[in-house]
């Protein structure tokens, strides 16, 4: 679903936040990607959704290469991805069902087959009763869960996620990361840029760790073999499923 | 039948047509932009009064010109024609001629001025009295001052000014229109100038209409911003704002025509009353349905070409950081 070959992403100050990094996520995948901040994780998500292009290799995205897709393309080329944020980044001039029906509007999809998408979206992340609402009027953790309704409305193949739990308590992450996994069941394959190990570790997904812009060695290795080791000893917590 | 069967099948039943949706995405983007206008009720209504104003301007002047042309056209129909008879005409011979013009349907005055008056009245008056008493014979001929009914029109006129230069006696007709073609002239170049003023003050809308929507646009950054994250196109960004310059440009060229309407409804009755001290059938003549149009016309394209021009200018920079 997604892959980067010899990705070198190098600012204009000339730090090189990405250094010829590789890597691959299948199709139907659940992907972390972590690191400290700075390690490359928003840039490379950035380089995915096209807000930036990286300055030597290729990203392929769904069999499509991103050097490929012109700037005119691009609006079309981010509707088939959903995208979580951090900051939620909603409208608060509007109602919860109109932020999550945004990309739908901008899709040019009819008012009823919008109106019944947004509602699907909205019981799925729990948040049917609160439609009404501007999300101003929401907690953080129901904010970002609003964000996460938009992003897959338009059931998009691939969710990118940058730091979805990054301002939510435990609980609220772990309500998060149960929502992503259910996506993840159906089919969409996610990439979830997050530094909450303990969080990830729970969950039993691939990680990829990221240091100074390239895949950390040594720690995936590490990570494989704590995988494997855990694995076999426990079976996936029931709360997960 | 069977071909309709098939495409059918293939057509999933609920996706609306790509021109409807398109008309139902202006459809609600034209309702949220009005409505956002009608949120800031004060601010709106001020940019839309400025556009007014500026539009009002020129239609006033314009009306004020068209009324001016309008009376002195009727002047140009009731100017007197100054008959010179040929030199060698008797006075008998003239004062004939006099009573037979002044029996014309067309003709309400004829004044007869003969040659020796003529010559009286010009020594007197030119200072050239003692110069002329040296002359001989009298060089002024006798002169017939016809003054037209009012009822006539260009034609009639022209008609009348070539019947009376046919008249065997006749040498010369000159009609005294001198100073209004002058007054014409003036007039024209005064439209002319009207025009350029017109041209400036719509410059204006646009540079007015643009600067608004550039505030808006800047105000509503971060809401283009996400929705172009989210995959939406500039033309779509685009779209509200541009709804935004015609809803004030709209708004503007229709309270322009209140403004002129109530500027004549206040003018038409002195105006009446000054008529009727001149006994003319004078009316003061208001905006056509052409030129009304033509004003609401002028502040939706205007509005359209500063909304454009802001949201092309600015939309481009804002992309997601």
Known sequence: ??????????????????????????????????????????????????????????????????????????????????????????????????????????????????????????????????????????????QQRVGIARAIVSRPKLLIADEPTGNLDPDLSLEVMRIFRRFNEVGVTLLIASHDIALIDQLGCRRIPLENGSVAVHEEEDFVSEYAERLGVVAEPEQWR | ???????????????????????????????????????????SLMTVLVIAVTLALPAAMHLIIKNVQSISGSWENALDF??????????????????????????????????????????????????????????????????PASGNTEQSMTLMHEELGNLPETDFVQADTEWVQRFHAILDILQRAIAIGAALLGAAIVVIIGNTIRLDIQNRREEIEVTKLIGASNGFVRRPFLW???????????????????????????????????????????????????????????????????AARHMRRIEPR
Not at chain 1, 57 to 67: A, K, L, S, Y
Not at chain 2, 26 to 36: E, Q
Not at chain 2, 120 to 139: C, I, Q, R, T, Y
Request: aromatic share 6%; with cysteine; hydrophobic share 45%.
């Open chain 2, 244 to 310: 935004s310059g015609l809803w004030y440009g709209l708004g503007g060229g229709l309270l322009a025509l209140a403004l002129v309407g109530y500027g004549l409804v206040a003018l038409r009755e002195p105006a009446g009353r000054l008529a009727g001290l001149y006994n003319s059938p004078f009316r003061i003549l208001s905006l056509d349905l052409n030129e009304s149009l033509l004003i609401i016309g002028t502040g939706v394209s205007l509005g359209l070409a500063g909304s454009w021009l802001a």
């Open chain 1, 1 to 142: 679903m997604i892959r980067l070959e010899n990705v070198t992403k190098r600012f204009p100050g000339g730090q090189e936040a990405l250094k010829c990094l590789t890597l691959a996520v299948d199709r139907g995948e659940m992907v972390f990607v972590t690191g400290h901040s700075g390690a490359g994780k928003s840039t490379l998500l950035r380089l995915i959704a096209l807000i930036d292009r990286p300055t030597d290799g290729q990203v392929i995205v769904d069999g499509q290469n991103t050097r490929r897709v012109s700037r005119r393309k691009i609006p079309a080329y981010r509707r088939q991805i959903g995208m979580v944020f951090q900051d939620h980044k909603l409208l608060y001039d509007r109602s919860v069902f109109d932020n999550v029906g945004l990309p739908l509007v901008i899709a040019g999809v009819g008012h009823r087959d919008a109106a019944r998408k947004v509602r699907a979206a909205l019981d799925q992340v729990g948040l049917l009763h609160k439609e009404k609402r501007n999300p101003e009027t929401l907690s953080t953790g129901e």
């Open chain 2, 1 to 43: 039948m069977a071909l309709k069967k098939t495409s059918d099948a293939f057509v999933p039943a609920r996706r609306a047509g790509p021109v409807r949706t398109w008309a139902l995405q202006h459809i609600g983007t034209s309702a949220g932009a009005l409505g956002r206008l009608a949120r800031q009720p004060f601010a």
């Open chain 2, 82 to 147: 100054s008959v010179y008879l040929k030199s060698g005409t008797s006075v008998e011979d003239a004062h004939r001629l006099a009573d037979l013009i002044r029996q014309r349907a067309d003709v309400r005055a004829v004044n007869l001025i003969p040659a020796d008056q003529a010559l009286e009245e010009f020594k007197s008056e030119s200072g050239f009295g003692a110069a002329l008493d040296h002359l001989s014979v009298n060089p002024l001929p006798h002169t017939l001052v016809v003054r």
